[in-house]
């Protein structure tokens, strides 16, 4: 569909994509989570790459082994635990009106632990996935917005790195290449080609 009515160039100016923001609010994570590795993942995280998406909630990824270590981390901070997630992991939020839930997601994936080793930082010092394992994660969710999400990320990738995220996804779901290929035509068709650096 996008291919028979989009016109090329007509998403939001390029420009755009150079700006960062880091306006909403997330809970203080580092000090609830201590010496865990942990990431920013989902929309959220898209604020270390492209402008910020809001949301109404707040989603970090954890490894599976440890997913326990973690509910006992936002228990012992005062978090209550209002639900188990059907993909791994809990939901925690703080008992304040106003507080944002947090989704914590646990995955055992062969390529989170060096993700979670080298993560990219947002404006406000949040651990975010590094875009090619970000773009790999949400692509594998699916869902529309993950859809959306992923041509957000791929508007401000340059060729290099789009390489080698399309190595990444052929290596550890390769059943997804295709997609992949198809959001970086539909990315181009809305935003144009990426510059070679970002």
């Known amino acids: 569909m ?6 090329r160039g007509t998403g939001s100016h390029e420009d755009l994509y150079d ?12 000090s609830v989570l201590g010496s865990l590795r942990w990431a920013l993942i989902e929309g959220v995280a898209l604020r270390a790459y492209a402008p910020e998406r809001m949301t109404l909630d ?9 997913s326990r270590r973690a509910r006992e981390a936002f228990i012992g901070a005062g978090y209550e635990i209002v639900g188990d997630s059907s993909i791994g992991g809990f939901t ?3 008992d304040t009106p106003d507080a944002m839930p947090v989704d914590v997601i646990s995955r055992s994936d062969a390529w989170l632990e060096d993700a979670l080793a080298s993560p990219r930082f947002d404006d406000a010092g949040y651990p975010v996935l ?11 969710a699916g869902r529309t917005q993950d859809l959306a999400d992923v041509l957000r990320l791929l508007a401000s ?3 290099d790195e789009r390489a080698s995220t399309r190595r990444l996804v052929a290596t550890h779901v390769p059943d997804l290449v295709e997609d992949y290929e198809s959001l970086i035509t539909l990315s181009d068709l809305e935003f144009g080609p990426p510059r070679e650096e970002q």
């Not at 590094?130 to 594998?140: D, E, F, G, S």
């Open 2 to 7: 996008a291919l028979r009515r989009a016109t």
């Open 19 to 30: 700006r960062r923001t880091s306006v909403q609010p997330i809970p203080k994570l580092v």
């Open 58 to 66: 707040v989603d970090i990824v954890v490894h599976e082994h440890d």
């Open 92 to 94: 925690a939020r703080e």
């Open 130 to 140: 590094a875009r090619p394992y970000l773009t790999l994660l949400i692509l594998q």
């Open 157 to 159: 990738t340059p060729p």
